[in-house]
């Protein structure tokens, strides 16, 4: 079937299918914003009053605050876009108004590819048309030569588009068009390793026909690095480490040089081909680099374009190291409390790309100086963790990078020249690799197994075991919750094959599923222990419910299109506090738990939410970024504050209040992740126990004694591929 698709600066809208891409990348934009940008393209240069929206978005028997929701949709779709409202590049504000598109804007009929749903939201397959690269399902052995908030944006029917671009409307258009743009051939996304064993670390050779890779193993001698070529699909071993990594090749591609990593210690190693060996790649013994002058301190590493040096990390910031002296040059020079790392040259040579992480605020810069070195610029801050070198796009107009931010780590793009907001591609990605030489990404996808542990801090030798095992076979779940009676535990799972809350009892055991909803998650207990406040991903947006454990129907308590998520109950059981983005940023709401009209609570950021013990205040996330801040205000409004720059939990989903003080679980930082308590009366955090590994999900009993927290059970992490990547 055919499809009129517009075209705008990056961004490519086809209205049938309710998609927007951008430099080829489907992003995620709910339905009113995305209907909004429709009306707009339809009336391009034309005022677009907000009654006329009123109109055609919501029918008149709706009862919503109109003000708030079309404010809280164009500051949506502005996001998405890029834009802003002082100087505009698409949409324009007129003041009392409307609205107004402002950019040039082309259409053309186009043949319409055949979608197929991946775990990978916002990557497709393309038409039959398209090329194929060979996916091998493993790789062979040695001796053969051988990863605000958790919810889904909704998706539309196409049917919209009957109503809001009239068919004689379009066709006018098209045939007015003086020039239409080529057809964009959509990503095709395919798993490049489906292996037991873990790969991760992917790399590309110059001529985008080869990857290199990390791959752990059951045996040391089936570990260490591989290169796999994306032709033939043959693969091949070059060391037997496990404890190699972080492969980078020569601008040749007749050398690889590596990380080996052992007892925090790294060094660096180079393994080199002649020209007959490049197609069979049996390399040449290893040769160890003497970096004594300057150790790395981060094991990612790259290149100079010509081939001469590498560029690392070491203590005083980025250095050029040469591969024939021995010398190094200082490129970079990181402030105290920080590191420098991640370097990656642009597709022109002249620019160098690298992060700034620091040791005490969370946060990650992207930064950029000329490739000799020189004063850095910023291309953008990162309110968590940069997983991986973060990547040029093939044209450099862009960058890719993953991010620990929200639930679990996915990839994002953010432009290299423009001061835009970083815009997510999926939301399941590490260690992104791209080629510039072919329209490819690869990058590590995990994918895990939850289990539901349990830490009793009463004992004098405390010891975490299983109460519930394999709850979810997705990054998602389990939120376990011990009810305050200590009698049961509330947890997601997926194991009847949608998310829904099941209820157990305190040891696991008799555990039954709760609700038939699908995509709901975040149980919380009323203070009675006989039921539980969640929410729902719905196709118009997120809801919050309740639901007694007695079997009575669920209740809506949202019954709106907002985002509405993370409720936690007041102490007196009258009220439901959850994080909502009515107003176009996440705050904390209310609403009473009988049913009502929702209450703003705060004004100035919130998200997951919980009342102190004597009812007084509230504590909530101050976002739904890694390692947030946790603020306090008064339960009938007030001044919102700090509770303590100390108090910094690994998630939004990974503290409790307690009877001892806030319970909350500690990023690894330098040391181990940890359990740790906030006393609000003499403000000191203490550590309660070690944990092998930093949960999302953690919670306490009411007298802070039992934790609950996730685990993976197993763990495969595997490469993707990406073709028709631009």
Known sequence: MTSLRIQFGPFLLDPHTHELWK????????????????????????????????????????????DHSLNA??????????????????????????????????????????????????????????PVVPSPTSLPSPIQSPNGPSFHLPVILAAVVALLLPTTLLLKRVNSSTTQPAPTALPHIHPLTTLTDETSQPAFSSSGEFIALHREATTPASAGIFVQSLITGASSQLTNNPDDGWPAWSP????????????????????????????????????????TVAPPIHPELTYSPDGHSLIYSATSGLVSFSLQSFATHQLTQAPPSTQDWGASFSPDSRQLLFVRSGDVDFSDQLLTIPAGGGEPMQIATEHARILGAPQWSADGQSIIFASG????????????????????????????????????????????????????LSGTSPSPRII?????????????????????????????GTMEIWVAHRDGSKARQLTVIGAVGTPRWSPDSNSLAFDVNRRNGAAIYTVGID??????????????????????????????????????????????????????????????????????????????????????????????????PASWASWSVTER?????????????????????????????????????????????????????????????VDNFR
């Open 23 to 66: 430099h080829g990348v489907r992003l995620k934009l709910a339905r009113q914003p995305f209907e909004i940008l429709v009306i707009l393209l339809d009336r391009p240069g034309q005022l677009v009053t907000r009654e006329e929206l009123r109109d055609q978005l919501w029918p008149a028997d709706t009862f919503v605050d109109f």
């Open 73 to 130: 949709a164009i500051n949506k779709l502005r996001e998405v876009l890029s834009d802003s409202a002082d100087a505009p590049s698409y949409i324009e504000t007129l003041p009392r108004r409307g609205y107004r598109f402002i950019a040039a804007a082309s259409n053309s009929l186009m043949q319409a590819p055949k979608m197929e749903a991946f775990h990978d939201q916002v990557l497709a397959n393309p038409s039959s048309s398209s």
């Open 252 to 291: 040749d591609g007749r050398a690889i040089v590596f990380a080996r990593y052992s007892e925090n210690t790294i060094s660096l190693h180079l393994i080199s081909f002649s020209a007959d060996q490049l197609a069979t790649h049996i390399a040449q013994p290893e040769q160890t680099l003497n970096t």
């Open 405 to 456: 931010r929200g639930s679990h780590p996915g990839l994002w793009r953010v432009s290299a020249r423009l001061r835009e907001t970083p815009v997510q591609i999926n939301d399941s990605g590490w260690y992104p690799s791209v080629s510039h030489s072919t329209p490819r990404l690869a990058y590590q996808r995990v994918t895990r197994a939850l289990n539901i542990w349990e830490l009793d």
């Open 468 to 496: 519930i095992p394999s709850t979810s076979e997705t990054d998602q779940g389990p939120a376990p919750q011990l009810s305050p009676d200590k009698t049961k535990v509330a947890f997601m799972s997926d194991r009847s």
């Open 551 to 648: 079997g009575t129907p669920p209740r809506l308590l949202t019954p709106d299109e907002f985002q509405n998520v993370c409720p936690s109950w007041s102490r007196d059981g009258k009220w439901v506090y959850f994080a909502s983005w009515r107003t176009g940023t996440s705050q904390v709401w209310k609403v009473p738990a009988a049913g009502g009209t929702p209450t703003q609570v705060t004004y100035h950021g919130g998200h997951a939410a919980f009342a102190s013990l004597d009812g007084e205040r509230i504590y909530y996330a101050k976002s739904w970024y890694a390692n947030p801040e946790i603020w306090q205000v008064p339960v009938n409004g007030g001044r919102e504050s700090l509770v303590s720059p100390q108090l910094r």
């Open 661 to 721: 003080g806030i319970v909350f679980a500690t990023s690894s930082g330098k040391g181990k992740p940890s359990a740790a308590l906030y006393d609000p009366v003499t403000r000191r955090v203490t550590t309660l126990a070690t944990l092998n590994i930093v949960p999302f999900w953690f919670s306490a009993s009411l007298d802070g004694h039992s934790l609950l927290f996730d685990q993976p059970g197993w763990q495969q992490a595997q490469i993707m591929l």
